[in-house]
C-alpha cells in the first residue's frame, strides 16, 4: 500500500520559516517526481514546487520563486519543501504527491499518489 505522509505544518508569523516533510513508503520512491501542491479555502489547488527523479532538476511556481526550496532524499525516501519569508497567503493545506509525467511536472492530476495533507497557516 502507497503511503505519502507530510509533516511539518503549523501556524507561524509572517517572515517565519517552516520545513514540510513527505514520507514515502509502499513505492519505488527514486522512480517518481515528487512535487508540493497547496489549496486555500475555497480556492483551487495549486503548483507549489516539483522535483525530478533524481533531484536534479527543480520546478517553482512564480509565487514561491525565491522563498521556497524542495529537495529529496531518496536513500530515505523522503520529500523536503523548505519554506522561508513565510507570507499570509501561503497559507493552504500543502500536499505532496509522487508520480507525474515528464514535461507536465506542474500538473496535478498527472501525479499518482497524493498524501492527506499539512496545514500551514501564516498571521500577519
Known amino acids: 500500500q502507497v503511503q505519502l505522509v507530510e509533516s511539518g505544518g503549523g501556524l507561524v508569523q509572517a517572515g517565519d520559516s517552516l520545513r514540510l516533510s513527505c514520507a514515502a513508503s509502499?513505492?519505488?520512491?527514486?522512480?517518481?517526481?515528487m512535487g508540493w501542491f497547496r489549496q486555500a479555502p475555497g480556492k483551487e489547488r495549486e503548483f507549489v514546487a516539483t522535483v525530478t527523479w533524481t533531484g536534479g532538476t527543480t520546478y517553482y511556481a512564480d509565487s514561491v520563486k525565491g522563498r521556497f526550496t524542495i529537495s529529496r532524499d531518496n536513500a530515505k525516501r523522503t520529500g523536503y519543501l523548505q519554506m522561508n519569508s513565510l507570507k499570509p497567503e501561503d497559507t493552504a493545506v500543502y500536499y505532496c504527491?509522487?508520480?507525474?509525467?515528464?514535461?507536465?511536472?506542474?500538473?496535478?492530476?498527472?501525479?499518482?499518489?497524493w498524501g492527506q495533507g499539512t496545514q500551514v497557516t501564516v498571521s500577519s
Open positions: 509502499g513505492l519505488t520512491f527514486s522512480s517518481y517526481a
Open positions: 504527491a509522487a508520480g507525474g509525467v515528464p514535461g507536465r511536472l506542474r500538473v496535478g492530476v498527472l501525479y499518482d499518489y
